[in-house]
């Protein structure tokens, strides 16, 4: 039996596995790099963070992935090369925590790796007729697995599409497991650059799960300002938003698109809102002369209201409903005032409370996507062959070996 083979089988074996995820959104900020140790698995399954950081990526990186990101046209070899390069730099970030937390290759279970995503495509929306869906996340797992020695599940959201799906989002499959709990309604709510919420009835009934993206989150926001502020990659504290004002005819104009329209659960990305979006509103509104701070907040408030219709809509009596929070939105106090105060219902808390830091929640739950694909069964997830509509019973991840 090939050796690694016999590895696998001895991981998946184990009661305690101890793993690294990693996540890199869309928002480029760097790498999310979480130890965890994952004890047993489906809805027996428990984490404890070990170590987390985030390790910036450095300007021309960023440059390197912007062009590429989310683009029609692109320099094919650029992307072939950049596919490489992506799994080498991830695996070098990853050797230096390791280093740094005095944790040897031969400790780690597998490494989960989200890669970068540079592409989302639902049938929805960009290309109908294709008529079917489409992501594409780079940096191969198999440079990972060799430039590092350990065992690496990559490429998670192909298997979701395969199964009908749309790629994303995939956060309901570790909420599900994680934080479902008898007697309390919740919404994980993650604000990235795209929104994306899970809902999990008190009841525990697979079948009311709810999970959707609900529009932008931070990628209008970031976009702008790293166009009026080079070396600024977001609004820290909401220093700039916070000196404008709401312009109501821009904000009717950003909601004015047919993705609020389309019935949950959906999908979106950059793709769709991006620079180019926020320009055809102002067109369209008549406010191209309006300024960078009115700008940002009107930005900040779309955002707000794409996530509290979201949840209005789908919980229209929200009393009691406590919404866990993680992802960069966290951190813009000004959105959270604003979703705050159209959510009055409902108790905020972080991610935090629950034991997950709300910056390691994405790079966790990767980690509980390997850790299913590894020893896990699709039939938790299967309520009638499926979790909820668009959310395939399916486990996800591609294991590629060190050797």
Same mark, same amino acid.
């Not at 009661?15 to 690294?20: E, K, N, Q, T, Y």
């Not at 907040?297 to 779309?302: D, E, G, H, S, V």
């Not at 390691?360 to 896990?376: D, H, S």
């Given at each position: 039996?090939?050796?690694?083979? !016999?590895?696998?089988?001895?991981?998946? *074996?184990?009661?305690?596995?101890?793993?690294?995820? +990693?996540?890199?959104?869309?928002? =480029?900020? /760097?790498?999310?790099?979480?130890?965890?140790?994952?004890?047993?698995?489906?809805?027996?399954?428990?984490?404890?963070?070990?170590?987390?950081?985030?390790?910036?990526?450095?300007?021309?990186?960023?440059? #390197?992935?912007?062009?590429?990101?989310?683009?029609?046209?692109?320099?094919?070899?650029?992307?072939?090369?950049?596919?490489?390069?992506?799994?080498?730099?991830?695996? #070098?970030?990853?050797?230096?925590?390791?280093?740094?937390?005095?944790?040897?290759?031969? !400790?780690?279970?597998?490494?989960?790796?989200?890669? !970068?995503?540079?592409?989302?495509?639902?049938? *929805?929306?960009?290309?109908?007729?294709?008529?079917?869906?489409?992501?594409? !996340?780079?940096?191969? /797992?198999?440079?990972?697995?060799?430039?590092?020695?350990?065992?690496?599940?990559?490429?998670?959201?192909?298997?979701?599409?395969?199964?009908?799906?749309? $790629?994303?989002? +995939?956060?309901?499959? /570790?909420? %599900?497991?994680?934080? *479902?709990?008898?007697?309390?309604?919740?919404?994980?709510?993650?604000?990235?650059?795209?929104?994306?919420?899970? %809902?999990?009835?008190?009841?525990?009934?697979?079948?009311?799960?709810?999970?959707?993206?609900?529009?932008?989150?931070?990628?209008?926001?970031?976009?702008?300002?790293?166009?009026?502020?080079?070396?600024?990659?977001?609004?820290?504290?909401?220093?700039?938003?916070?000196? $404008?004002?709401?312009?109501? #005819?821009?904000?009717?104009?950003?909601?004015?698109?047919?993705?609020?329209?389309?019935?949950?659960?959906?999908?979106? $990305?950059?793709?769709?809102?991006?620079?180019? %979006? =926020?320009?055809?509103?102002?067109?369209? *509104?008549?406010?191209?002369? =309006?300024?960078?701070?009115?700008? =940002?907040?009107?930005?900040?408030?779309?955002?707000?209201?794409?996530?509290?219709?979201?949840?209005?809509?789908? &919980?229209?009596?929200?009393?009691?409903?406590?919404?866990?929070?993680?992802?960069?939105?966290?951190?813009?106090?000004?959105?959270?005032?604003?979703?705050?105060?159209?959510?009055?219902?409902?108790?905020?808390?972080?991610?935090?409370?629950?034991?997950?830091?709300?910056?390691?929640?994405?790079?966790?739950?990767?980690?509980?996507?390997?850790?299913?694909?590894?020893? /896990?069964?699709?039939?938790? &997830?299967?309520?009638?062959?499926?979790?909820?509509?668009?959310?395939?019973?399916?486990?996800?991840?591609?294991?590629?070996?060190?050797?």
């Amino acid at each position: 039996m090939n050796k690694n083979i !016999q590895k696998l089988i001895q991981v998946a *074996s184990k009661s305690s596995r101890l793993a690294i995820g +990693l996540m890199s959104g869309t928002s =480029l900020d /760097g790498l999310d790099i979480a130890l965890c140790e994952i004890k047993g698995n489906g809805l027996e399954t428990t984490i404890t963070i070990k170590e987390f950081t985030t390790i910036a990526y450095d300007t021309g990186f960023k440059l #390197e992935v912007k062009a590429v990101f989310s683009k029609k046209n692109i320099d094919l070899r650029h992307l072939c090369l950049l596919n490489e390069a992506i799994g080498i730099k991830h695996a #070098e970030m990853v050797n230096e925590c390791m280093q740094q937390w005095k944790i040897k290759k031969e !400790q780690i279970d597998f490494i989960a790796s989200h890669g !970068q995503t540079i592409f989302h495509s639902p049938k *929805s929306r960009l290309f109908p007729e294709y008529k079917i869906n489409g992501t594409l !996340q780079i940096g191969d /797992g198999d440079h990972i697995a060799v430039k590092t020695g350990i065992i690496t599940i990559s490429d998670f959201r192909q298997k979701h599409v395969a199964a009908g799906g749309e $790629g994303a989002p +995939l956060a309901v499959y /570790g909420d %599900y497991l994680l934080f *479902s709990k008898e007697g309390e309604e919740r919404i994980l709510l993650n604000i990235g650059g795209i929104s994306n919420f899970t %809902y999990l009835p008190g009841n525990l009934k697979a079948a009311e799960i709810i999970c959707s993206d609900t529009g932008p989150g931070n990628t209008l926001m970031d976009a702008l300002i790293q166009q009026h502020f080079p070396g600024k990659h977001f609004d820290e504290h909401a220093a700039v938003a916070r000196q $404008g004002n709401i312009n109501h #005819e821009l904000l009717t104009a950003l909601k004015d698109d047919v993705f609020f329209k389309i019935p949950f659960p959906k999908t979106t $990305g950059p793709e769709l809102f991006n620079l180019n %979006y =926020l320009h055809a509103a102002k067109d369209r *509104s008549g406010t191209n002369s =309006l300024g960078i701070e009115d700008t =940002l907040c009107t930005l900040t408030k779309f955002s707000a209201d794409n996530i509290a219709e979201a949840i209005n809509s789908n &919980f229209r009596n929200n009393e009691n409903v406590c919404i866990y929070t993680s992802g960069g939105g966290v951190h813009n106090p000004l959105l959270m005032q604003f979703l705050q105060a159209q959510l009055p219902g409902c108790t905020f808390f972080s991610t935090k409370h629950l034991g997950i830091d709300p910056d390691a929640k994405e790079a966790v739950l990767f980690a509980i996507l390997a850790n299913e694909c590894i020893c /896990g069964s699709p039939e938790i &997830f299967s309520v009638n062959g499926d979790l909820l509509p668009n959310m395939p019973a399916i486990t996800m991840g591609k294991i590629s070996f060190p050797g």
